[in-house]
């Protein structure tokens, strides 16, 4: 898409990273890793009688009881599902121009993104280094979080150039981040 069939675009953008057609993907596949890490999240809740596992023998029983899934007051994957629903919604909100309209939901949906990027890439680290086990829908929540990442860095990307815009001519930053006109 050119920049003039998209006039809700960026300024320089050659696509709209605000358009639907670029955040539902990612809305998408926030809502499959709610359902995986919920999925997860039930079976250490024992709400599950057992966890899938097609390839790892008992490995994701392995990773899903051990001490590190339950270092906090609630399972990791309990964490993963709410960070995976707090990405879902705050990618949906918001219209064409949420670049520039509220870059406060931008940087919300891009912390819940990079908080679920890091937290994918420790498990993946973890699994095999502390416990030598792997488990199939634990790795599936990592691939479904790194898909993520590329696509919304777009939309981050695009605020933050508006933002600093703003800021260059002489507009209040902190008042252009909570979509605030002068």
């Known amino acids: 898409m050119n920049q003039a069939a998209d006039p809700d675009a960026p300024p320089g953008w050659s696509c709209n990273p605000s358009a639907w057609p670029e955040r539902a993907p990612i809305v998408a596949l926030a809502l499959l890793g709610f359902v995986i890490a919920l999925y997860l999240a039930l ?6 009688e057992d966890v899938w596992e097609p390839f790892f023998g008992d490995g994701s029983l392995i990773i899903l009881d051990s001490p590190v899934s339950h270092l906090f007051p609630v ?3 309990a964490l993963g599902a709410l960070g995976y629903l707090l990405a879902a919604a705050a990618g949906a ?3 064409r121009r949420r670049w520039q309209t509220m870059p406060w939901m931008v940087a919300l949906f891009g912390i819940a993104e990079g908080l679920l990027g890091v937290m994918s890439l420790l498990l993946v680290i973890l ?3 502390l416990f030598d086990a792997w488990c199939t ?3 599936a929540s990592s691939v479904v979080s ?4 590329g696509p919304a860095t ?3 990307l695009a605020s933050l150039q508006f933002l600093l815009r703003e800021k260059g001519r002489g507009r209040s930053f902190w008042r252009a981040f909570w979509g ?3």
Not at 43 to 48: A, D, L, T
Not at 146 to 149: E, L, R, S, V, Y
């Open 93 to 95: 909100a918001g219209g």
């Open 180 to 182: 605030a006109r002068e």
């Open 146 to 149: 790194a898909a993520m990442i």
């Open 75 to 77: 399972p990791d994957a």
């Open 127 to 129: 699994q095999p280094v």
């Open 43 to 48: 079976y250490q809740w024992r709400m599950v």
């Open 137 to 139: 829908l634990c790795l």
């Open 154 to 156: 777009d939309e981050i």
